[in-house]
């Protein structure tokens, strides 16, 4: 299976196992969401989960994935990040794109650091340790993610502290949630 990203100039006719799309709204701060989530039609920015990888005009970007066995749910979320907020060094339990649509942040992973801006997107393994840092400076930075998560996760958070002493510092950033949708295996 692969994982794309795509834009709203993708127009491709292609056969996707599951899709969801995010479609950008007004931001009325990082206590609400910025924009729409759903399974059908486009959006500024879409995730596609195929048998082949896509390439091509609006694709952004393409990924193996790897499912989660047994079942598993595409989940399509945003997260917000106050100006100068940590996620502290963590872990998702599903495995997905993240595509920052507004500010800065800085991602660390085991083997290397890379400054994400706006309209760039990102790929991260399930059970990846990651710690992001968002603008110190400039607005609210956040970023839409759509992971493909074990269906026992349906309605809860994959995020895991890699170290637990981390669960004392302030967690300052903001996820909302657009929609978890279960995937039937058996549709393969």
């Known amino acids: 299976m692969f994982m794309s990203v795509v834009d709203q100039t993708f127009q491709q006719d292609v056969a996707t196992v ?4 995010w479609r950008r709204d007004t931001d009325t701060g990082a206590d609400a969401p910025t924009g729409t989530g759903h399974m059908n039609g486009g959006g ?7 048998k082949t990888a896509l390439t091509g005009q609006g694709v952004l970007d393409c990924a193996p994935l790897i499912l ?3 079942d598993w749910a595409l ?3 945003e997260v917000a990040f106050p100006v100068g907020a940590i996620a502290h060094r963590h ?7 993240r595509h920052l649509v507004s500010g ?6 085991d083997h290397h650091t890379t400054v994400m801006t706006t309209g760039i997107s990102w790929f991260e393994p399930a059970d990846t340790p990651v710690r992001a840092v968002a603008s110190q400076t400039t607005g609210i930075t956040r970023f839409v993610r759509c992971m ?13 502290l890699a170290s637990p002493d981390d669960g004392n510092l302030p967690r300052l950033q903001v996820t909302h949630r657009h929609f978890d949708h279960v995937v039937q295996v058996d549709a393969l």
Not at 18 to 21: D, E, I, K
Request: net charge negative.
């Open 91 to 97: 872990t998702h339990a599903g495995a997905g794109w």
């Open 18 to 21: 599951a899709a969801a799309y």
């Open 75 to 77: 989940r399509l979320d």
């Open 148 to 160: 493909a998560i074990p269906a026992a996760f349906m309605d809860r958070s994959t995020f895991q």
């Open 44 to 50: 500024d920015i879409g995730f596609l989960v195929t």
């Open 104 to 109: 800065e942040l800085r991602i660390e992973a």
């Open 68 to 70: 989660p066995a047994p």
